[in-house]
Structure formats: structure tokens, C-alpha cells
């Protein structure tokens, strides 16, 4: 069969001596794409893994992923980046943030897998790409806008216009090819610019990386922006049969507008777009205002989760950032707070500690001439006023803004509230200095997989079968979709993992050791398919299904690798997949331990372990009688000396030594990374 | 708009006018009046024009139905070429994510004219509506690229462009020629930008759509669109 | 796929009506002990602890602002907001100070089977007791308004 997907280059920029290379990709096409590459470039090139996320050093990498730019379904619009973060605490670890849009495609029309890009510019600079042609450009211009700013002036400099609509060619004669398309830049704003460990990269209207301040990390470099334009192919291997899959799987996966198989009783439930996937899922943030919505996707999509909005705000938002500020009764003023985020470059996991910060407030210890001493309209909570001053003053380190932009675990140490406000929960930051997303103490292969590795790991594939199912239809009042038991079983199947107990989230059944490979299923999933083939995480993978009627047979795992043949022409099995995906989390694993990750630091913040659960969290657990039920598990903490035995136990698993956490020789050398065990050794941190 | 009630252009046509005035004269009425609609019958077109049959197919977008997920560009370049490449989509949609709605998305597709200027512009035959189905094509082999046709198309951007990987002209021909998918195209099969559309915001016609110089008037959106509280109207 | 039959009150008996003082008391923002949590319960970010400060506060969390359709209507972001209704009978009692509006929510609303089921009563519950507040006062919408606007997300 014919070879396709990767276009072959990956792009490597010196911002130091202003110098361009180009790395074949074949020379790294064993790890897949996105983080996988990412990960194996950082090891290759960045001799002190050590150094600090803001040291020019640090190597960042934008990946593509071999379906990015082709039409296989939600899996070719992610970009992933890769390098050493600023956000977590106390330790930057090697880390990753995950965008999409357009940018992968775009990027591989210009001919690029990938950018990676190491050093400090003197002054700021953006990279201009267009098919061949690599410039890098003179960002005085830039360097004060803000993101959204930024976009125009560079789509003005590349094409002339602002708002291209037409054909425009591209290098002076017809061979260059035309295109009626805006080049697509990912950018800094001005929290970027002031090194807010916060900072997030930016991408078209609301396409952010946000998590681990990626954003400061190009502000330190002195980079503004990577704009991409290009006319070029991305080759596939049998597009028949990916036409055929994209197809079969909209037919049986996806949500029929017309006719749809599953829609809410409810009328107006916007969350039951978790479940049947419905455009802009059920405008899961927001209902349109009257004047009216469409959704939007990203490229590729056959879901599109975001909506355009008739007031122009918060276009293309979904997560977290249209939860930034809900204070204000009018609608408008919200959506306008999600947009200022974008256009600052902040990321909102770690900024809308606000409401933190109000209670601090209303306990009188946070205020005008208080312990912790800011004038920010705290009193005005509820107005524009407060969270355009509050996000202005982070964005430019204004006042209590400079604390801020240190992250707000960062902040909350220097105030000296950290450990205090953790072992309480007023602070619900469960590890690493990053905001809780899903319970620590309930939904375990979050957690555990988030302090097992760098991050909050971010990755929904199970949560919205396990939690969000059974807590929707109970909202609505219906029954389950699937009960408790066709659920696990469905996902044990799915997975190929086999043991339903791996899906048992009972006060016994999250120390178990199905659990641990129920864990262990989804780092090693995650980190091949969502990160480096850079399948969306809100569409895969896809577990169990309710748009085809009483058949709940999910995708996963055999579209999945059926895609990845199809574009590739290669033939990938899934069980070899996931042996990458294992090989991608252990190169990681050994840089993190290269960093000084051990053991010891894998604890969880105090409330973790100390304050019950308190609101109804819908799990499935296996009961006394052993019969499985959806539980609200109120009441739950996890437990100190049995997770301390989880880590033993899990670090075997995975072929890590249980006294350190350290890789050991054979694990590695049987993933054929014998060359990081080597590394490990000869800094005494090699597993035993 | 125009094209429903004017008769004056074409009896300047019928008096003398060439087509290429005819077309590039039209002046006040505009291109509307090019594309014919529930009124198309009643103008007064000459001989030879009235030759050029009428495409058997039309395809319908619903700009406010759009998601904007550029599927569509990459089916019609992957059925057509074999590779994925939006610039080589006959179907282009264009974004302004700054925008607000519905002037975000705009979705531009061949209007399978009934006075196609296009087949008209062609020096060789190359641009030609298909003997069967009227569908207004390229035979690639005739093609020299002189690129006529893409300029004379009257919309911006130009429904006919060049394909600079193959060297020839290219415009919609409604997946009649997809060697790269096992359907049956075409006006008499289907379309993948149809096939694809995760919100079915594309559709086919066999009728020529009631349209305006912005374009056709459609409206693909049922109750259930309304469900999701998206404007039905 | 089943939806479960709810079984709802057919009719709650009116209250006696509140005095001006009880309606000025019970309108008032609570001291931070005093304060009611909730929990916003949304897909992209889990469960959000919300701080709530006010009965009128309170009454926008759970109810948004369309008390014909309440918890999941058009006009509130797609968010389950929780409280323990336990807890919001007592504090209704408690801090907020309006004992018969307790009785009435443990009496008619407790017993219910599921929380939709609840929340589907609590708003016929809390609109007739809202309708006599308002015509002690007359202002009690307009407060409601403003403050749905002090809702912390915690």
C-alpha cells in the first residue's frame, strides 16, 4: 500500500543564531507523531533536562499527527506541544498542552509535521511560514497586542487583506498554488509577554493551550507567533476506505440533525450533548443568544462542539474558559469575560481562582489594607468592572496581578496560605499546583494518572461514560442510558483491558489491582492515540455509543487503528499502538526522574486524603452483594497507607522500581529505550 | 433581487450583444440574472445559449447549518485527487472567527450556472456541460491551461480554479469523477461534501435553486435544529 | 430507554403570609458562616464548590431565572447546580430565617424520590412564597436580579 499521512519534514528553529534546520520526520516516525516526537526531539536535543521552563534551552515542539489535515473524523485538528512547563509546582516538569482549529492542517499544507524551536531571540520575533519559505520576522509591530490583534496584522501581512475571502496565490506564479484561506497563527498575548506563568498560546477565536504556561515559555524566547499558510497535499494511503470510514462512523456514531436517534426529553438540558454529541453539544456553555448560533468545529470534525455566537463572544469556546466568570446576570458580559481571556492569553484553570480569592475576601483576609493587601474591586465581584480589572492586572502583573501570574498556587504559597488552604480545600489543588478537575478521591484514574505523571491529565474518554451518563439522565430524570453493568462491561471490552473490576470505583474497588490496569490502560492509551495520533480527547476514545439504538458497541478500538492504516498505509495493530503509547509514557517518565521526580513526591494535597466528599458524584461500584449499581460516593476520601501501597504496586506495573519510582534497565530496554536507561544510570537514577 | 423580472438584458443579447458583453455588461442587474432560478425559463436567450442544457444537479449549503469543520473540502479533494488538500476543494468555505453570526462562516460552491460563462470562456471544449446530465465539467485532457474559465467565472472567489498539482483547470462536477471513492457520483449519484457533513448543511437538488446574487436561498433546518435552540428561520 | 414517572404534589397549600420584618430578614447577605454551598456541576470542569450568600442568590443557583422550567432552563449555562436540600431547608431556617419556608420544603420536597423530581417542586414551593414576599415588598424580583450576580464558583 501506499505511504501517507506524515508530509516528511519537521521544521527545527534556533531563535538564538536565527538559524532553520530540517529533521526528516521518517527519522522519528516510530513514535507516532505529536507528543511521542515531541518527547523523543527533547530527549535527543536538550543535553540537561534539568533546565528550568523559562531557560532558553528548553525545546518546544508543535506537532502534527499523521491524520492531522486529512478527514478522518475528530482526529485532525489537535496540535500538540511539548516542553518543559512553568505552571506546575513545585517542579516544571516535561510536559504537554493540546490545541485545535486549523493549525496541524494548515501547518501540513505548508509541508511541516511539526516546529520545534529552542534558544532566545534578541528582540521579538514571529515565524513566517508560508509552503517553503520560513522567515523569521521583526515582532515590533506585534509585541503589545493582543492575541486576537495579533492574528489580523499578521493575516494582513501575509495576504494583504485582513478578512481574505478570495483565491490569493502564493510565490508569483500559479505553481505555488492559491488559496482563499487565512494563514493560521498561534499566538502570545500580553500575558505571554510579561512571563505570566499562566499564559496560554492562542489559536483563531477561542483555541487555546492552556494548561503548564506554554504561552510564557514563547514570551521568553521572545516569540510572538508561528503563522502558517500552504497550498501542498497531505498524501493518503487508501482514501477509499477512509471515505468509507468517515461514512460508516458519522452513520453510527454520529448525531443526525435531521432525524436524530437520541435527543434530550428535556427540552433545553444542553448537557445531554455529552451524550449524543449533538453540534455544539447542546450549547453545553451557553444557549444562543435570540439573535441566533451556529456550531463550529475544528478542522475535520464530525462532531463540531463549539458554537459562533451572534454578539461575537466567545466564539469556538467549550471548556473551561466559558466557566471563567459567571457573576453577571446578563449573559453578554460573560461571554465577554471568556473573550478578554483569549485576547490577554491567560489560562483559565488557573486564573479563575477568583472565586478563591473572593472567599479569602469575604473572610476578611484578602482586601484593601488585609493580610493579603489589594485594591481589586472585590466588592464589585459581580460587575465587568471586577474581572476586567482582575484579568488586566494579571495579564500586565499589575498590583496583587504580579502574585498572580505566578500561578495561584505560587501566589498562595507567598501569601502563606498554601499548605493551609490545601489540607482544608479551600485551595482544591490535588497535585502538582493544578486546579481539581474531576473528584482525586472518587475518579481515580484521573488523579492517579495526573500525579503519576506531570499534569491534570485532562482526558474524558472514560469520564463521560462512567460520570457524566449516569448524572445527566438521573438530572433529567431518566434511567440510565446503560446500566451499570453493560457499562463496565462494554469498557473492559472496549479497552481491551477484559476486567470490568478496572471500572469499579467503590471505597475497595480504587485500590484493586484491576483498577491499576484500568489506569495503566489509559496512560499508555492516552499518550499514543489522544497525544501523538492526536485523536480529540472529547470524541475518543469512543467506549460506548447511544446513537445507534440498543447496540452500545463503542468505536474504539477498531477505528481507531483502521483510520490510522487507512491515511498511513501502514499496519499497525492496536496492541502495538499501545506499545508506543507505553514507550511515549516511559521516555517521559525517565525525563521527569532526570528532573527529580521520585516517590516520596507523589503525594496528594492534604484534603485529598482528609475531607469527605460532600456533593453526589455518579459512579458505578460493585456492591456487597456484588452487584453493579451507580453510587453518589458522598463521603469518600482517599485513603493515605492504601495509596501508598497503589504506588508500589502501580510502579511494578509498569516496570519501575516501588522504592523510587525510577525505571528499571529491563523495563526500558524491552521498549527498546536502552539509550534512556543509559541517561538514567549515569545520573545514579536508574530503577532497581 | 434582478433575476426574477427583468427582461431587458436578455433582448439587448437577442439585438446583437455578444455573450461576453452580455455577461460582463450586465451592469445594474447583476449575476443573478445569469443564474436563472424559478424564472429562468422566461428569458429571452439566444439560440446558442439555450443550447448549453441545464445541469441535471445543484448543490444546496446552508451557511447557518455550517460548523465550519472544512470536512467538505477535505472529501472533495481527497474523492477527487486522492489527497487531502482544502485548496484543491471545489467547495471552499471561508471563516472570520472574530466574526459574529451568521458572519462567520461563508460557504461558496459552483452555481452549475445556466448560462455558464465558464464553458463559454473555454477555447477548446475542455469546460463543457456533460452530455448526459448537463453537469458543467472539465475533460482534463483538453485542458491547456490558459485559465480562461476561472476568470470568467462571475463570482469571487471563482468557482472554477487551477489545480497546480495536475496542471489543469478544475470546478464541481457534482463527484462525477471520484476515481478515489466507491460510490457511484455525480448528478445521478452522490456527492461527498453531501456525504460527509456532520449536519447535513449540504444537500442535492435536481431543480435549480431560487436564488439572489448572494446566493441561493436555503434553509436546511428542521425542528429538531430547533431542539438544539438554533434560529429555524 | 425510560423516563421516570414523577410524582409530584398536585397541590401545596399556601403559607401564612411573611411580615415585613421576616421578609427584610430573610433578604439580607449572610455573613460568611452563614453562607450556603452548593456545588456547579459542568462537563468541561467537574464539581465547582459555589459559595452562596443570599436566599435570592441561592433561589438563582438552583432555579436560574425562569422559574417555569427550572435547574437545566434556556437562559442558565449548561450546569447542574446542586445543593443538598437538607441543608438548604435548614439553612433556609437558620440563617436565612423563614421557618415556614423550611417547613414547607421539608414537608412537600424532601420526600420525593429523585432530585429532578425535587427541584420541580422546590420551584412551586419557593415562587409562591417568592410571590408573597413580593407583596410585602414589591422589590423582591429586582433583588433576585442583582443577585445572581454575586455567584461564586468556589
Known sequence: MAQGGYVGKILYVNLTDGTTEIIPTADYEQWGGGHGIGSALFFDRVKDKTVDGFHPDNLITFMTGPMSGTLAPSASGRTEITGIGVTQYPVGWFTRSNFGGRFAGMLKFAGFDGISIQGKAEKPVWINIVNDSVTIEDAAGLWGLNTHETQEEIWDIVTGQPDVREWWGIGGSRDGGRTTQKPAVVTIGPAGENLARNACVLHDSGNGGGQCGFGAVMGSKNLKAISAIGTGSVPVADPAALMELRTEIKERFGFNPDAPSLETPVPGVQLYGILNAQPGYGTLLWPPMAEGAQPQGCMGCFKNCRMNHANGYANGDICVEGLYWMASSDQNENMA??????????????VMAHSYMLELYKQGILGPGKEIDTDLPFDKYDTY???????????????????????????????????????TGLLNRPQWGFMEHYDPRLEVEWSYGSLFGDRDINEHGVNWHVHWMPLVTA???????????????????????????????????????AKLKAVSWHRHYSRFFIQSALFCDWAWPMLVNYNAGDDHTGATPDYEIRLLNAVTGKDFTYEQAMEIGRRIWNIDRAIWVLQGRHRDMEVFQGYVYDVPTAAPYFLPIKNAEGEWVFDINVGRTLDRERFEDVKSRFYELEGWDPATGWPTRDALAALDLAFVADELEADGKLGS | MADTENGKAPEQAAAGVSRRQFLTGIGGLGVGALLGGVFVNGFLLPEEVVAIPASDGYLLVDTKKCGGCESCMLACSLVHTGRSNINLSRIQVTQNPFNAYPNVVDVVQCRQCPYPSCVDACPTGAMHADAETGVRMVDEAKCIGCERCVNACPFTPSRVQWNYEDGHAQKCDLCANTPYWNEEGGADGKQACVAVCPHNAISFTPRIPVQTDDGYQVNLRNAHWGNLMYPTT | M???????????????PPSVELVDRALRDLDYEDRLVGYKMTPSAGNDRANLYSLPQAIVFLLGTRWDSPMLTPGFKGAINWVDLNAFANWLRDAVGDAPLASAVEEHVLPLDSYYAQVQTLSRVLGMRMDQYREVRGVVEQEADEAETTEDAG
Request: proline share 4%; hydrophobic share 35%.
Open chain 1, 337 to 350: 469575560a471568556t473573550t478578554l481571556l483569549d485576547q490577554m492569553g491567560l489560562n483559565v484553570y488557573d
Open chain 1, 385 to 423: 468592572e471586577f474581572i476586567e480589572s482582575y484579568t488586566k492586572a494579571i495579564a500586565y502583573r499589575e498590583g496583587i496581578g504580579d502574585d498572580l501570574a505566578e500561578g495561584i498556587t505560587r501566589a498562595a504559597v507567598k501569601w502563606g496560605r498554601y499548605e493551609q488552604d490545601t489540607a
Open chain 1, 475 to 513: 438530572a433529567v430524570g431518566q434511567d440510565p442510558l446503560v446500566s451499570a453493568e453493560e457499562l463496565v462491561n462494554l469498557i473492559a471490552e472496549s479497552t481491551g483491558v477484559g476486567d470490568p473490576d478496572g471500572w469499579d470505583y467503590s471505597v475497595d474497588g480504587i485500590y484493586s489491582d
Open chain 3, 2 to 16: 425510560t423516563t421516570t414517572e414523577l410524582e409530584t404534589p398536585e397541590t401545596i397549600p399556601a403559607l401564612t
